[in-house]
T-cell receptor, first 113, second 113 residues
Framework: TQLLEQSPQFLSIQEGENLTVYCNSS?????LQWYRQEPGEGPVLLVT?????EVKKLKRLTFQFGDARKDSSLHITAAQTGDTGLYLC?????????????FGKGTLLTVNP | ETGVTQSPTHLIKTRGQQVTLRCSSQ?????VSWYQQALGQGPQFIFQ???????GRGNFPPRFSGLQFPNYSSELNVNALELDDSALYLC????????????FGNGTRLTVT
């Protein structure tokens, strides 16, 4: 059972365009983390959101946690070729420890020059 | 600060064989988690080790086992390899606290033929 659904699965855009990727679930999470993974490497943490409705910005990336803590979005403004990679969301269940993160399948983003 | 290192980077095994993968955690981190990432999928939690004991396990059979050593390094052992065990095996270290971010290694690519 895939608890976290990410969409779209694939996204190919031109440099300079804006994009949004989504992470949805029917489960409530105590926190949600976004990672970026490049070929041949492990995932690298971008951000952790904890509070429902929280918005965090990391340069051109804006992350939002849904009010009900069941979904999240990642918006990239003026995408650059260096943004290319697999974007993974991972949820930590409410009441749990950090011992088990549930990952989505990811959105594979390609930014073309 | 030394990051998470995994060895070997690539491995080819035959069905039925046994394999041991190794992980050195980031300095200062006391918890190690192992994830399996099949092609086109997000990472799936295998288990976590804290203070040399298993501290949570995902939906993997007993032929997947692990160890953590006093220096917090860890091993993942897989017995009776099956073709479906072919995947990228990721090790992540962290502190044992809620919402503590995971620091991933670059993984071991295991191919079972």
């Amino acid at each position: 059972t895939q608890l976290l659904e990410q969409s779209p699965q694939f996204l190919s855009i031109q440099e300079g365009e804006n994009l949004t990727v989504y992470c949805n679930s029917s489960s409530v999470f105590s926190s949600l983390q976004w990672y970026r993974q490049e070929p041949g490497e492990g995932p690298v943490l971008l951000v952790t959101v904890v509070t429902g409705g929280e918005v965090k910005k990391l340069k051109r990336l804006t992350f939002q946690f849904g009010d009900a803590r069941k979904d999240s979005s990642l918006h990239i403004t003026a995408a650059q070729t260096g943004d290319t990679g697999l974007y993974l969301c991972a949820g930590e269940k409410a009441g749990g420890s950090n011992y088990k993160l549930t990952f989505g399948k990811g959105t594979l983003l390609t930014v073309n020059p | 600060e030394t990051g998470v290192t995994q060895s070997p980077t690539h491995l080819i095994k035959t069905r039925g064989q046994q394999v041991t993968l190794r992980c050195s955690s980031q300095s200062g981190h006391n918890t190690v988690s192992w994830y399996q990432q099949a092609l086109g999928q997000g990472p799936q939690f295998i288990f976590q080790y804290y203070r040399e004991e298993e501290n949570g396990r995902g939906n993997f059979p007993p032929r997947f086992s692990g160890l953590q050593f006093p220096n917090y390094s860890s091993e993942l052992n897989v017995n009776a390899l099956e073709l479906d065990d072919s995947a990228l095996y990721l090790c992540a270290s962290s502190l044992r606290s809620v919402s503590s971010p995971l620091h991933f290694g670059n993984g071991t690519r295991l191919t079972v033929t």
